[in-house]
C-alpha cells in the first residue's frame, strides 16, 4: 500500500464556474459527494485541503539573493487548488480512483505517488 | 467530502435569495447589483471549498459571511464608493452579522420585486432570479423566451429600483393589500407556467412563496391561502398526468401518483381560504382543482359542482378557455348534446382563431355521441392549430380510437 498525492489543478479565478446557476452548482457538490463517498468505500483518505484561490507567495533565491514575489498567476496554466492524500495499491489504482472525480469537469488532476524511504 | 452531510434540496437557490435580501437591507437598493454579484461569488467559493474542505455545520453562516466580505470588497473597489470615511467602512464591516438562523427578509424582498414602478413581465422576471435564485437561462427556459429578452428585463429591473429610490422596506398598511395582490399575481403567473409546461419545481416554487406570505401576519391572507391550496392540488396530481412523453387524459390518469402529503397540504389551505368574504378567481380556482382532487377515480367526479364552479368563475373572468371548460363539464354532468349548445355560443369567437381547444373540445363532444366522422374532422382541425408536439400527439391518440374527457 503506497500514498499518493491528487493535485486538484485548474483556474484560481474559477471562470469555469461564473455563468453556472445556484441549482446546477447544487448539482456540481452532489456529485462531489457521490464521488468522495464512493472513493471512502474503496480506500483511505488520510487528508485533502483547499488551498485559497487568492494569496500566495513565490520565494526564490538568485545569487544568493532571495526575492519575494506575489502568486503563482501562471497565465493560462493550471494552478493547484487543492489536494487529496489518498491510499493505494500502485498507480493504476490511484489514477482508477481519480478518474471519476467531477473536478475532471473544470480542470485537471495531476497524481504523484509519496515516496518510501 | 469528509465528514459531509447532504445539502438540503435547493439550499443553494433558496440561500441565494435570503442572503440577497438580507444585504439588500444592509447595503440598500441602489446596490442591489453589487449585492447579486457578492452572493453568485459566495456560491461559487463554496463550490470550489465545500468539496474539498467539507460542508460547514452552518452552510447558511458561510454563506452570508462570505457574501458580505466579498460585497465590502466590491463595495470598496468601486471608485466612486471610495470616497467614503474610514468610519464607514469600519461601520460596515464591524457591524456584526444576525445570528444563524438569521431574519429571513426573502418576503420584503419579493415585495421589493413587485413594486408598482416595475412592470409585470419586469416583476416576475426579477422575483425569479433574486427571489427564487434561478438563471436567466432558466428562466428563459422555463418561459419560453430568449435569454437576451430575460436579460433586458433584469437590467431595466434594477433600474427602475435604482431611479425610483425604492426603500427596502416592507410596504406600509394602507399600501399592502394593493401591492400584496400584485405579489399573489406574480406567484400565480409562476405556477401557472408550472402547471402548464408540467413543471413540477416551478410550482413547488410557487408553492414555497406562497406559504412565505402565509407564514406572515402581516401578508396572511385568504386568497394566498387559496392560492397555496391551488399550487399543492396542482402539484400532487402533476405526476400522474405525464407517463413515458405522452400526456394522458384526466380518465386514464393513475391517481395512486397522486402525492398525499402535497393533497394533505393543499386541503388544509383550502379550508383555511374559505375564511374570508372575498370569493376570488383563485378562490374558484382552488375550489375547482379540490373537485378534482377529492375523487377517488374519474368516475366519482362531480361534474355538476365542477360546471357550477365554471359558472360562477366566468361571472369573474370572461375568458373563452373559461367557457369551454364549463361546456365541457356540463357534457359530463348532463350530455354531450347540452356541452354542444354552450360549444355553439362561442363559434366564431375571435379569441379562439388560433386556439386548439374549441375544436377539441367539439371533438369530445362527437367522440361522445358516437359520431366518429364529425370527430375526425374536429380533431384534425385542433392538431392543424396546436402548438406542441406533445399536444399533437395527444389529440391524434383520441382520434384513434381511446377514450377521454
Known sequence: MQQFLLLLKDDRAGAWAAGLSPEQ?????????????????????????????????????????????????????????????????NYDQAVEFASDCPHLDFGSIEVRAIHKL | MPGADQLVEHLFRHQAGRITATLTRQFGSSHFDLVED????????????????????????????????????????DAKQSQQTDQFWLALATTPLPEVPFPDDTLTLLFLCCHPALTEEVSLAIMLKSVCGFSVEEIAWSFVAAPQTI????????????????????????????????????????FNEGHSRLRFDLCEEAIRLAEMLIADPRTNCPEADALAA?????????????????????????????????????????????????????HLEAALAAEHAKAPNFAQTDWIAIAALYERLRQKND???????????????????????????????????????????????????????????????????????MERQYLRKLMNGHRNS
Request: net charge positive.
Open chain 2, 319 to 389: 375568458s373563452p378557455i373559461v367557457a369551454i371548460n364549463r361546456a365541457i363539464a356540463i357534457g359530463h354532468a348532463l350530455n354531450a348534446l347540452a356541452a354542444q349548445r354552450e360549444l355553439l355560443k362561442l363559434d366564431g369567437d375571435p379569441r379562439l382563431r388560433h386556439s386548439q381547444l374549441l375544436d377539441a373540445a367539439w371533438a369530445w363532444t362527437w367522440r361522445e355521441l358516437g359520431n366518429s366522422e364529425s370527430a375526425r374532422i374536429s380533431t384534425q382541425q385542433a392538431i392543424a392549430k396546436s402548438a406542441s408536439e
Open chain 1, 25 to 89: 452548482m447544487q448539482a456540481i457538490m452532489m456529485r462531489y459527494g457521490t464521488w468522495s463517498k464512493a472513493l471512502k468505500e474503496k480506500t483511505t483518505i488520510v487528508n485533502s485541503n483547499k488551498l485559497t484561490d487568492e494569496g500566495g507567495k513565490l520565494i526564490r533565491s538568485t545569487s544568493g539573493s532571495v526575492t519575494v514575489t506575489d502568486g503563482p498567476y501562471a497565465e493560462g496554466k493550471e494552478i493547484i487548488g487543492g489536494y487529496y492524500l489518498i491510499e493505494a495499491e
Open chain 2, 230 to 282: 391551488l399550487c399543492l392540488l396542482s402539484a400532487a396530481r402533476m405526476p400522474a398526468r405525464e407517463f413515458a412523453g405522452e400526456l394522458l387524459s384526466l380518465e386514464e390518469q393513475d391517481r395512486t401518483l397522486w402525492n398525499p402529503e402535497l393533497l394533505h397540504r393543499g386541503f388544509l389551505h383550502f379550508i383555511q381560504c374559505a375564511r374570508g368574504d372575498e370569493e376570488t378567481i383563485i
Open chain 2, 38 to 77: 457578492a452572493v453568485q461569488e459566495a456560491l461559487i467559493s463554496a463550490l470550489r471549498v465545500w468539496p474539498i474542505a467539507g460542508i460547514p455545520t452552518s452552510p447558511e453562516g458561510w454563506l452570508l459571511a462570505t457574501a458580505r466580505n466579498r460585497a465590502i470588497d466590491r463595495f470598496r473597489r
Open chain 2, 151 to 190: 436579460a433586458q428585463r433584469l437590467v431595466r429591473a434594477k433600474r427602475l429600483i435604482r431611479e425610483s429610490n425604492i426603500h427596502f422596506a416592507m410596504p406600509s398598511d394602507a399600501e399592502l393589500p394593493a401591492r400584496r395582490a400584485t405579489v399573489l399575481k406574480a406567484i400565480y403567473l409562476l
